[in-house]
């Protein structure tokens, strides 16, 4: 009879699918699973839908039992940002993290992002990313208002007075003292 070593499986997911040397063993509908193997090196893979693959890899003892903890880490969601006008900075909590146009991974969660341009209108706002999302977005930046000009009509002179109009039927009085009607 040959003799096994067994493998305690757990996970904090259910519904993960479990392979030992590449062939499946089943689903961890809820754990813990245990194993029964031949002593000798063996590879474990888990995988679920949105999540990243996990491996390990134990070698087996007659008698032993061990025990392997599955931790399984999302998928990181990808955002695809440009903007017009391009080459504006992106920051992602604060951290700049480039220019546009860019293609970055992030972890899934709630993300604070703003786009900015000097002379533009900075954009900001917080995305909820889920695992393997891809989220794109073309930003377009308003135009900063400019400053008034200081100044832009002259002051008036206090003793300026506007010329007075020409009644009809007149010109003016050769001595230059108002208007003589004809």
């Not at 900063?144 to 200081?150: A, G």
């Amino acid at each position: 009879k040959l003799r096994q070593g067994k493998v305690r499986v757990r996970s904090a997911f259910n519904d993960v699918a479990l392979t030992v040397n590449g062939q499946p063993v089943g689903s961890l509908g809820r754990t813990p699973m245990e194993l029964s193997l031949p002593p000798g090196v063996h590879d474990l893979a888990a995988s679920k839908t949105d999540f990243q693959v996990w491996k390990a890899r134990v070698d087996v003892k007659e008698n032993q039992q061990l025990d392997c903890r599955i931790v399984l880490q999302p998928l990181p969601a990808q955002l695809d940002l440009k903007s017009r006008p391009a080459g504006a900075r992106v920051r992602l909590q604060g951290k700049e993290l480039g220019k546009t146009p860019l293609r970055i991974e992030l972890p899934p969660g709630i993300h604070q992002i703003e786009v900015s341009r000097q002379g533009y209108l900075p954009w900001t706002s917080s995305l909820q990313l889920r695992a393997a999302q891809k989220w794109s977005r073309e930003v377009v930046l308003g135009v900063e208002p400019r400053e008034p000009l200081s100044d832009p009509v002259p002051p008036i002179d206090p003793g300026w007075r506007a010329p007075q109009p020409s009644p009809p039927h007149a010109r003016p009085r050769p001595s230059g003292g108002g208007w003589d009607t004809i």
